[in-house]
């Protein structure tokens, strides 16, 4: 009996086995992932005429440098940046916060999470379309100002303000999604560690930051990386309080909604996908920068 061969012949029975197994997800990562970003490279590399009849005429890289005298594209990547550099860390701030307090056992804590998780579970649009009536010049949040002192702003209308709007919004919204993160990770920190930083005189200012606080390094590199990807694609907030214009004045432009624009606007395909390959460089560099600012942690 040659063994060899048999067992040749079992591995290879195992090997298809697994393939077949795994062929629907096969099918399903080539169908939706795989092959749109080739076929997004295609484009990238053509100028396409959609009226007519499809054509693709071959351009190169030029989409690619078209992107660089592009002011637009610039504004674009100013506004997105200046989104993403304040919402990641004041998000993923708040979030922590948020998540220790209710983790301290304070009275009624499963009704202060679901008050707080509400605005996770409750649709974009209907959030937007809320605080576009807060922040109307007659809104609440004026009024509230005037009443406080404060001065008032046209949040809708003034460029000064109107991606911060934005900010205020998506942070108090996207904030308790990672609380719920937080809050899963604090309870497996071993209860033993703060009784002993206790015993040893330890506040509870030190116990977060000497033993929460790097604990849970590998879920903060989570939530940050979540949290970047989130809001490089900030499209539907953007769209919805400039009527999908970018305004006023550009203000609230993103490179997403730039995409959409060049797309169903403009008709542009070719320019589009070259717009959405840089948008992806931007956020995997930027991951990978964070990666390495965690010393490379993974959950």
């Known amino acids: 009996m040659n063994w060899r061969r048999i067992n040749r012949r079992w591995n290879l029975t195992e090997t298809l086995t697994g393939y077949i197994f795994m062929m629907p997800t096969i099918l399903v990562l080539g169908c939706f992932v795989i092959l749109p970003i080739f076929y997004a490279v295609f484009l990238s590399l053509h100028k396409v005429q959609l009226l007519g009849g499809i054509e693709y005429d071959f351009i190169g890289f030029r989409n690619f440098t078209r992107l660089v005298a592009d002011d637009r594209v610039g504004i674009a990547l100013r506004n997105t940046a200046e989104y993403v550099a304040i919402v990641v860390p004041s998000q993923t701030i708040l979030a922590l916060l948020l998540a220790v307090t209710l983790n301290s056992g304070i009275r009624g804590q499963n009704s202060w999470r679901i008050l707080f998780f509400l605005p996770t579970v409750t649709s974009s649009a209907v959030l937007t379309l809320i605080f576009m009536w807060i922040y109307n010049t007659d809104g609440l949040l004026n009024h509230v100002l005037a ?100 305004g006023p004045n550009n203000a609230t432009l993103t490179m997403v909604l730039l995409i959409y624009q060049a797309v169903f606007r403009n008709l542009q395909m070719g320019y589009a996908a070259a717009m959405a390959f840089l948008l992806a460089v931007i956020i995997i560099a930027v991951t990978l920068m964070q990666q390495r600012i965690f010393g490379g942690e993974r959950t």
């Open 147 to 246: 009443f406080v002192g404060l001065p008032t702003y046209n949040w809708l209308g003034d460029p000064d303000v109107a991606l911060k709007g934005i900010m205020i919004m998506n942070i108090w919204s996207t904030a308790p999604f990672y609380m719920v993160i937080y809050l899963a990770a604090l309870q497996d920190i071993p209860q033993k560690l703060y009784e002993a930083a206790e015993l040893d005189g330890a506040n509870l200012w030190q116990q977060f930051i000497y033993i929460t606080i790097p604990l849970l390094k590998p879920v903060t590199f989570f939530v940050v990386a979540i949290g970047i990807i989130g809001t490089f694609q900030l499209f539907d907030q953007s769209y919805i309080f400039s009527a999908g214009s970018g």
